[in-house]
C-alpha cells in the first residue's frame, strides 16, 4: 500500500505561520476549506490549525548549518534559541520564529567532517601501516561511493596476497588493489594521493590487470 502523510499542527496564528513557512523555508501554502492552512514542500505536508498545542518544531537537515542557521536569523522573526552545538556525529542549532514554531536545524557529520579514516572491512591480516595509508588514500574517492571502494579495494588486495601465497596483505599487495580497480581518468588523483604517502606508483602500472571504476 502507498500512502500520503501529513502532520498537524495547532498553533494560535495558523495563517501567520502559513506565511513564514513560505518565506523562511520555501514551503508552498494552500488555505483549504475544512482542513485549514496546507504547506508543502515535496517532502512533508503540514496542516495548520488554529488551536492550543505544544510548541511545535519542525527539524530541518541541513548540508550547511553555519550559513543556513546565519541566513535565518537575517529574518526579524527568528530568535535563537541555543547556540549550535555538536553531540557525537550530529550538530543542532534551534532558533524560535515569532509565529510560535521552533525549528530544529541540524546536521549528521559524515567521516570527513569528523576527520575519521574508517577501518577496512579486511577478513585477512593486514601490515599495519599499509592499512593506515589505504585508509588515507581511500579519501579520494567521493563519500557516496567511498564504501563500495573501500570494499573493493580491500577485497583485491587480499586476493592478490593470496595469490601470492601471503596471509598477510603488504604494502605491494594494496597499492596494486588500487591501481587494478580505477580506471584511466582517475589516475592522476590516485597517483597524487600516493605520492603523498611517499609512493611512487610507476612500479604498480605495469601489474595492473583490470580497471574497474572506484
Not at 504547506?39 to 518544531?57: C, H, K
Not at 556525529?89 to 520564529?97: F, Y
Request: glycine content about 4%; charged content about 25%.
Amino acid at each position: 500500500m502507498q500512502f500520503a502523510i501529513a502532520t498537524h499542527i495547532r498553533l494560535a496564528k495558523p495563517e501567520t505561520a502559513a506565511h513564514f513557512l513560505k518565506d523562511a523555508l520555501g514551503f508552498d501554502i494552500e488555505f483549504r476549506q475544512g482542513y485549514g492552512w496546507w504547506a508543502e514542500n515535496g517532502s512533508i505536508t503540514l496542516i495548520l490549525q488554529e488551536g492550543l498545542d505544544n510548541i511545535p518544531m519542525i527539524e530541518v537537515q541541513c548540508t550547511d548549518i553555519e550559513n543556513d542557521s546565519a541566513a535565518l536569523l537575517q529574518r526579524p522573526d527568528i530568535q535563537a534559541l541555543s547556540e549550535r552545538n555538536q553531540q557525537g556525529n550530529r550538530i543542532e542549532h534551534r532558533l524560535i520564529s515569532d509565529c510560535g514554531i521552533t525549528l530544529l536545524l541540524s546536521k549528521v557529520l559524515n567521516e570527513d567532517d569528523m576527520g575519521e579514516l574508517l577501518k577496512l572491512p579486511t577478513t585477512l591480516a593486514w601490515d599495519e601501516q599499509t592499512a593506515l595509508q589505504t585508509r588515507r588514500i581511500l579519501r579520494i574517492a567521493p563519500l557516496s561511493f567511498r564504501k563500495s571502494a573501500r570494499q573493493r579495494v580491500t577485497e583485491r588486495a587480499e586476493y592478490l596476497a593470496i595469490e601470492a601465497g601471503d596471509l598477510c596483505v603488504q604494502h605491494a599487495h594494496a597499492m596494486q588493489s588500487f591501481l587494478d580497480i580505477t580506471l584511466n581518468f582517475q589516475y592522476e588523483a590516485l597517483f597524487d594521493a600516493m605520492r603523498e604517502e611517499g609512493i611512487d606508483p610507476a612500479p604498480y602500472m605495469q601489474q595492473t590487470k583490470s580497471r574497474t571504476l572506484i
